[in-house]
């Protein structure tokens, strides 16, 4: 049954902290994608990658947030420092891009931030 | 950046009744999705209607797309309790680096 796996589920910590949060996609899908969903702003497109190569990242904060996928199994996207500001739910997805366009995309449980 | 913009945000409706969501949104599109949020979890893709179709159903569901309005609409049939979540719509545009956006969302919460 493939899914969309994402380390950890819940994560703590306090302000100023390093955070790094992982996502294994589904074996062959070329598309990854990071969402931030807090109450206020909805579900926020972070970092968006194709083929490993990161496409958009222009809804992340540049100065604190960075997005990577060192190979096609792992997706990374990390917090430094973290503020309290930062607290939500980050869903990791992916997907297939057939032609030019987004297919289906496949969302895992998320992890839920808190920085206090 | 929030392209979907759903209405209304939140429904509450008697088990039996029909439910329906729209959906506006801005850019090109090759495609909208209609996905479903339960509490805590993941969202699940429910549908997907291409920019030249303008009518699809899926069991229960029946999307409509209409891209001169830039407009589609989520209807749910016969709902049931087991239907009470969020759903979002999200576009699949044509230019740039062809992103998936998704809208707010809406609450729908049906009644037994």
């Known amino acids: 049954d493939a899914r969309v796996t994402q380390t950890p589920r819940h994560k703590v910590t306090e302000m100023g902290q390093e955070v790094t949060m992982r996502c294994q996609p589904i074996l062959g899908h070329n598309t990854v994608f990071w969402y931030r969903q807090t109450m206020m702003q909805g579900l926020e497109l972070l970092a968006y990658?194709?083929?490993?190569?990161?496409?958009?990242d222009s809804g992340m904060p540049k100065d604190r947030f960075s997005a990577e996928m060192p190979d096609a199994t792992l997706a990374t996207l990390k917090i430094q420092p973290s503020e309290p500001r930062d607290s939500a739910v980050y869903f990791c997805a992916s997907g297939l891009v057939r032609g030019i366009a987004n297919t289906e995309a496949f969302f895992g449980q998320g992890t839920r931030l808190t920085v206090v | 950046s929030q392209q979907g913009e759903e209405d209304p945000q939140a429904l509450s409706i008697q088990e039996g009744e029909n439910a329906t969501m729209n959906c506006s949104y801005k850019?090109?599109?090759?495609?909208l999705q209609w996905y479903r949020q339960n509490s805590g979890r993941g969202l699940v893709h429910l549908i997907l209607i291409r920019s030249n179709e303008r009518e699809k159903h899926s069991g229960r569901l029946r999307v409509t797309l209409d891209t001169s309005k830039k407009s589609s609409s989520l209807l749910i049939t016969a709902s049931r309790a087991a239907d009470t979540a969020s759903y979002f719509c999200a576009t699949a545009e044509i230019q740039g680096a062809q992103k998936l956006v998704f809208g707010q969302g809406t609450r729908l919460t049906i009644n037994p």
């Open positions: 990658f194709r083929n490993r190569a990161p496409l958009d």
């Open positions: 850019t090109s599109i090759n495609n």
